[in-house]
């Protein structure tokens, strides 16, 4: 339908053109239709609107003067010429939207590889999560999360690579695969977060120089927040390591709690580097019907225009008690309305809710639903 938009304005600016007095000329003004043709069709259809122009500007030359008058001669030269390059720009424009649908593909594959869905339903608890890009065309980034079924229970992690592009991609699949490895044969948390450490630190051209083991190709510092938890289906318990990530978010009758521990550990890929240190886990108590929340600083470090940061446990706390999908959902939705529907850094998040009592189908819903 858009293709009547310049076949009229072909048509009024000829017609105007030929009632028009001598001395004006609205002939250049034909060049709009090939042009906006260009921003919306591809490079025959603009050709084809071009040709239409010409053979307008011709037939108005005839009207007024004669076909070999000069200055309609040089109107329909210049007219050609601009049509041919237009379509040219229609052509570019089409084969870089062809390149960018097939890297969406390729992106939501990898995401589909990379960071799998996790289940509504694993035992006694309901379970939400979403991802959130910064940027449109990057459907993956640093941010990770994952979780998996044990015979005693249940075990989470929540993560945030340093940095962007695809080194923060691979060192997000190399954290996630070395978790879903180890988590279902780790009894004890500390050596999962030891397993993951090594994982990290262990991955380097060359492992023989501590300096090139904790910097990326930049020579930045290279590290992963996390946040790794053990929820027992039989204890109304939650047992946390925290490896320099923001403390997840318990919701409580209206209260929301930071599961804060008394020593964070570094952060994955700087644990051995610092001496002495050790993974601390500390236990909380997760009753039926609290909600913990795990998110990344994508979430906290959002700012709206007047570089306000997201007020979470704030707009937490003034919610009405939810389910986990509904509590995402309008988290969500609140995050991008705060930023203006544009973040600045990825976010994910994941809702966990004890409720024994709850049955659904264990296959996740979308935070977003399709239209």
Known sequence: MLIIIPLVMIVVISAVDMLAPSEVHLGPLLVAAPAITASF?????????????VLAQGIVAVVRTTLVDLNHSVQIVALALISLLVALFAHLREQH????????????????????????????LRIASVYLAAEAEAQIGGDLYAAVRTR????????????????????????????????????DLP??????????????????????ETTDADGNESFITAVVLDIPDTEPVIRLADCGHPPPLLLRAGEVTPLDVSLPAPPLGLTELAAGSGVQVESFAFEE????????????????????????TDRLASWPPGDPHTLLQRLCRDLLAHVGGRLGDDAAMVAIKRDTRATDCGFPQPIFPPP
């Open 289 to 312: 019907g609290d909600i913990v929340l795990l998110y990344t600083d994508g979430v906290i470090e959002a700012r709206d225009e007047s570089g306000t940061f997201y007020p979470l």
């Open 152 to 187: 005693w229970g249940s075990r989470f992690l929540i993560g945030d690579v340093r940095g962007k592009g695809l080194e923060a991609i691979g060192e997000a699949s190399l954290v996630l695969g070395a978790f879903r490895t180890a988590a279902y044969r780790q009894v």
């Open 97 to 124: 939207e062809k390149e960018m649908t097939q890297l969406r593909s390729v992106a939501e594959a990898a995401q589909a590889v990379l960071q799998r869905p996790i289940p509504a339903r694993m035992g006694p």
């Open 41 to 53: 069709a591809g490079p025959w259809t603009t050709v084809a609107v071009g040709a239409a122009a």
């Open 191 to 212: 050596l999962l977060v030891t397993h993951l450490e090594k994982a990290v630190f262990g991955d380097t051209d060359n492992p023989g120089d501590p300096a090139d």
